[in-house]
């Protein structure tokens, strides 16, 4: 990609509108995606949708949610053809910076223990593993399990 497409790269709120748009670029992005329904429900109370736009095309979002001091990525996805450049980095970054301005204390996910780029880039970004749940995703052998990852936001209030 060159510097100017990058730099023309944006971030913002994706409005409930798109939320089929979403759900092509998961379904791009996961072999056992979110539902589309389950997208719907996700532009909801509590719930934020963001997108990364190169000029009008969406190529990655992640979705939060955020209760009190907990907020969890429910999803966090990149275009197949964007993947490697940066992007996630950018996105996580933003979901770490909207969690921390919304007041939350840490930040949660859930992930395939097989996805080695997806723990990879939560690693690098100061996540650390606090569990596992067994069999919890389908497979296509099974089971497969989730690993639990968390990052402090440094967000605690005075007691
Ligand atoms: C996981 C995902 C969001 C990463 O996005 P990306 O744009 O490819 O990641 P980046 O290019 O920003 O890479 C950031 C860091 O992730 C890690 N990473 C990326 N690909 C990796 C790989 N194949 N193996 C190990 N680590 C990897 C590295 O630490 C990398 O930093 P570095 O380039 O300085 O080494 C993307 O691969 C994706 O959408 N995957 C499919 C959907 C998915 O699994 N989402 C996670 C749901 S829990």
Redesign the pocket.
């Known amino acids: 990609m060159s510097d100017n497409m990058a730099a023309i790269r944006r971030i913002e709120l994706i409005p409930s509108t798109q939320a089929s748009e979403v759900a092509v670029l998961a379904a791009q992005?996961?072999q056992f995606p979110m539902s589309l329904t389950s997208i719907e429900g996700c532009f909801g109370r509590f719930y934020s949708v963001s997108g990364l736009y190169e000029g009008h095309s969406l190529v990655g979002f992640y979705i939060l949610h955020t209760l009190f001091e907990d907020a969890t990525i429910i999803?966090?996805?990149?275009s197949p053809d964007?993947?490697?450049?940066?992007?996630?980095?950018?996105l996580l970054n933003a979901a770490c910076t909207e969690a921390k301005g919304l007041g939350a204390e840490r930040l949660l996910?859930e992930?395939r223990q097989s996805?080695?780029?997806?723990i990879?880039?939560y690693t690098?970004r100061g996540f650390i593993k606090t569990a596992t749940r067994e069999g919890y995703y389908p497979c296509d052998n099974g089971r497969e399990n989730a690993v639990i990852m968390e990052l402090q936001l440094d967000n605690k209030k005075a007691p």
């Open positions: 992005c996961h999803d966090i996805c990149i964007k993947q490697g450049l940066g992007c996630g980095k950018m996910l992930v996805n080695d780029s997806a990879g880039l690098q």
